[in-house]
């Protein structure tokens, strides 16, 4: 069977499949096929959340990596070069090579991509915290208290990683963990310094009773400012990365327009 022969046959296949597997996972029909599309994810959580806990890759904030497009990816290529490899050389012995090749390739496309979107999601932390530490605050000097505070901001700021942090931390006491496990857990899962110290702030204000607002307040200031001088220090790494650019695509277009009539003027002259 030659490749264009496998993509033409296997492609079709493969988009049947889902089709077939989206469509049981619709409908109410009984027995286990139905089951299959949540056994797989499921599956693939579990094996997440390991990777994640034995630190197999050493990814900060890969704990907050909730997705599984990550695995997909892995298999689809993992898949796809082996069942290349395969249809190129399908000789017995090229079989282990390339079930090895499509491993490695699959587990390297996998780390590229939890680790692109672990950094994505430090990143919503970081710009997301100083506005829930300032709507925090708020909310303390208005009266109300930190759970239902902390349950409020959760709401009011945009759904991304740290929401989902902050509900799992007024989730604890409805599910019997008390508040220092689940802010330890959270400070775990986050690897960010600002939001330790925020941490930090919200325990001890609980543990010891202090006002939090003014701390939470100026926590806040300085994370703005922080933001601030990275946003300065992207913008001026902008420069270099405009001039691979500039010199390989602008400028000989450039060249080429400017002098494009002394060349012509030049050719017809020696034409002549």
Aim: hydrophobic share 50%.
């Amino acid at each position: 069977m030659k490749s264009l022969d496998l993509l033409l046959i296997g492609v079709p296949m493969v988009a049947g499949i889902v089709v077939l597997l989206r469509f049981f996972q619709r409908t109410s029909l009984p027995g286990a096929m139905v089951r299959i599309p949540e056994t797989v994810v499921e599956a693939h959580r579990k094996a997440h959340a390991k990777l994640v806990e034995c630190r197999a890759f050493s990814l900060s904030g890969g704990m907050l990596v909730t997705s599984l497009g990550s695995w997909l990816a892995g298999e689809a290529v993992g898949i796809t070069v082996t069942t290349l490899s395969l249809v190129l050389n399908p000789s017995r012995s090229h079989i282990l090579f390339s079930i090895l090749l499509g491993i490695c390739l699959g587990c390297a496309t996998l780390f590229l991509s939890l680790r692109r979107q672990a950094n994505r999601h430090v990143r919503s932390v970081r710009s997301s915290l100083p506005v829930a530490s300032f709507l925090l605050s708020l909310l303390l000097e208005a009266g109300m208290g930190s759970h239902s505070a902390l349950q409020e901001v959760a709401r009011a700021i945009p759904n991304g990683p740290l929401a989902r942090e902050l509900e799992e931390i007024t989730r604890a006491r409805t599910l019997g963990i008390s508040r220092e496990a689940a802010l330890e857990r959270s400070r775990r899962r986050v690897p960010v310094e600002d939001y330790h110290i925020f941490l930090n702030l919200v325990s001890q204000g609980e543990r010891l009773g202090v006002g939090l607002s003014r701390g939470l307040r100026d926590h806040s200031s300085k994370m703005l400012e922080g933001e601030l001088y990275r946003a300065e220090a992207t913008a001026q790494k902008a420069a270099v990365k405009l001039l691979f650019p500039l010199v390989a695509f602008i400028f000989p277009a450039v060249a080429l327009i400017i002098f494009s009539p002394i060349i012509l003027n030049i050719w017809e002259v020696w034409g002549q």
